[in-house]
């Protein structure tokens, strides 16, 4: 059975660093693309970026190139997303998703990980 | 980047009765739309791929018709347990991207 289990929730402050992690399970981890996915406090979904873990191609929607960084580590079936100095603004639920193999759409989810910013 | 708006915003409605989802790109993405179901506190997911092929899984209530750059998924018969958020995202163009959502309650 295909699983992701993603760390939980974090409350941080503003300039501080995090990373979040997804840990993957029922399934070759290095043969699938995994993505991030981001839901603001009474918004959308929005597609954050992907990586491949087979070979770490990553790509990154514009929106969110430069802002976060995702990254995984084979040894553990383990995707990671990072920030480096948080803002208040990126308080959100986050979601990490597998892709399909075929096509970019996103067959199983994580649980999500709420991570809130606040002073 | 496309733009996908959903319609209605809210549908309220009822057990047994039937859901009729709208989705419509700002420029066609062929079939290349898919649509998934949120609920609070429980894992997104994906209903129909690729307009009109359900995902592993999905009951045959849920279909998904369209092409082009107008879309549509029907929930027949609608069980307590459908009562949901859903959302439609298109993969035809870098990024992908969402649309706003319908809720369907009731």
């Known amino acids: 059975e295909v699983q992701l289990e993603q760390s939980g929730a974090e409350v941080k402050k503003p300039g501080e660093s995090l990373k979040i992690s997804c840990k993957a399970s029922?399934?070759?981890?290095?043969?699938?693309?995994i993505g991030w996915v981001r839901q603001m406090p009474g918004r959308g979904l929005e597609w954050m970026g992907i990586?491949?873990?087979?070979?770490?191609?990553?790509r990154y929607s514009p929106s969110f190139q430069g802002q976060v960084l995702i990254s995984a580590d084979k040894s553990t079936d383990t995707a990671y997303l990072r920030w480096r100095s948080l803002k208040a603004s990126d308080t959100a639920m986050y979601y990490c998703?597998?892709?399909?193999?075929?096509?970019?759409?996103?067959?199983?989810w994580g649980q999500g990980t709420l991570v809130t910013v606040s002073s | 980047e496309i733009v996908l708006t959903q319609s209605p915003a809210t549908l309220s409605l009822s057990p047994g009765e039937s859901a009729t989802l709208s989705c419509r790109a700002s420029q066609s993405i062929s079939n290349y739309l898919a649509w998934y179901q949120l609920k609070p506190g429980q894992t997104p997911r994906l209903l129909i791929y690729d307009a009109s092929n359900r995902a592993s899984g999905i009951p045959a209530r849920f279909s998904g018709s369209g092409s082009g750059a107008d879309f549509t998924l029907t929930i027949n018969s609608l069980q307590p347990e459908d009562f949901a958020v859903y959302y439609c995202q298109q993969r035809d163009n870098w990024p992908p991207t969402f649309g706003p959502g319908t809720k369907v309650d009731f």
């Open positions: 998703a597998r892709r399909m193999i075929r096509g970019l759409f996103f067959d199983y």
């Open positions: 029922g399934y070759k981890f290095t043969s699938y693309w």
């Open positions: 990586l491949y873990p087979g070979d770490s191609q990553i």
